[in-house]
């Protein structure tokens, strides 16, 4: 059976931010998430993906009525056949990455500087430097979180991919993603990755955050808009805009903070920038408060 325990939100979000609590089931194996997903059916309870909380602002609330799913305790298998890669969700992107350059396949090495999980990347299509991980799915393995069934998502049915868009929905849980990958040389593919992780070493802001705050708008860069509109340095509690980065709010302190200064934050850089160029700006980050009214309509 899985185990639970009830955390502080500020210790789940990688910028800190959320002054609540929520239950968090860490799950071993598909078996004991059935089990919890049977459990809170019963118990008239929701229930969310957690994974590595590295885009995910928490709650300033506590509501007994939700938990989240962990599953980076279980879900770490991998399995490599002719450029096939199986990869449990728990598996941390650049943990990932690093195996495939290991075993001479190419394509991973431009997203092992994006932090989370792979289920995390997966729902998110997470990219990097031009490049999305919906370039290489072939097959996702999906439990819905309201009815436990079980969906494998391939050919024409793993439709929806987009920018930052993915055909798994918040309702649905990712246990397995099945990635096809290009033949390289294991010594060109560590030098890949080597640069990378040197290139994202000298761009990344220092501080706790949740990566960049905002997709890029259709031929606008969204950092390049909210340096101009003067955003660099605005702080709120804890939170503050990088001053090296413009799509970045760090929490320099590390120091728990409050979603709702982090939220307000985003909404000030979003209005900024409305109304000097006249874009809307919409945000990468999850907000857990959005994401429960979301599932209340």
Not at 25 to 48: P, Y
Not at 145 to 155: M, N
Request: with cysteine; glycine share 12%; aromatic share 6%.
């Amino acid at each position: 059976m899985a185990s639970s325990t009830r955390e502080n939100w500020s210790s789940l979000s990688g910028i800190r931010a959320g002054a609540g609590q929520v239950e968090v089931f860490r799950i071993a194996d598909e078996q004991e998430l059935q089990d919890v997903i049977r459990r809170a059916l019963q118990a008239g309870r929701k229930l969310f993906p957690l994974g590595a909380g590295s885009n995910l602002i928490g709650s300033d609330g506590t509501n007994e009525h939700v938990a989240m799913i962990d599953g980076r305790k279980g879900l770490t298998q991998i399995r490599c056949s002719h450029g096939r890669f199986s990869v449990g969700a728990g598996v941390p992107l650049s943990f990932l990455a690093a195996r495939a350059a290991a075993a001479g396949l190419k394509g991973l090495c431009e997203l092992s500087g994006i932090p989370g999980t792979l289920g995390g990347a997966v729902a998110m299509n997470a990219g990097a430097l031009g490049h999305s991980l919906s370039e290489f799915v072939e097959r996702l393995t999906v439990v819905d979180l309201d009815t436990g069934e079980r969906i494998v998502l391939s050919g024409d049915s793993l439709q929806g991919w987009g920018y930052r868009q993915s055909p798994v929905t918040n309702r649905q849980f990712v246990v397995e993603a099945e990635l096809r990958l290009e033949p390289s040389l294991s010594s060109v593919e560590q030098g890949r990755l080597q640069e990378e992780r040197l290139r994202r070493a000298q761009v990344t802001p220092k501080g706790c955050s949740c990566g960049s705050v905002f997709r890029n708008p259709p031929g606008q860069v969204a950092g390049k808009l909210l340096e101009e509109a003067g955003c660099k340095g605005k702080c709120m509690g804890p939170f503050s805009v990088s001053q090296q980065h413009a799509n970045w709010i760090v929490n320099l302190s590390g120091a728990p903070g409050c979603a709702v200064d982090c939220r307000q934050l985003v909404q000030w850089m979003q209005e900024k920038v409305a109304r000097k160029f006249g874009v809307d700006l919409r945000p990468e980050w999850r907000f857990f408060d959005d994401l429960v009214a979301c599932d209340r309509k």
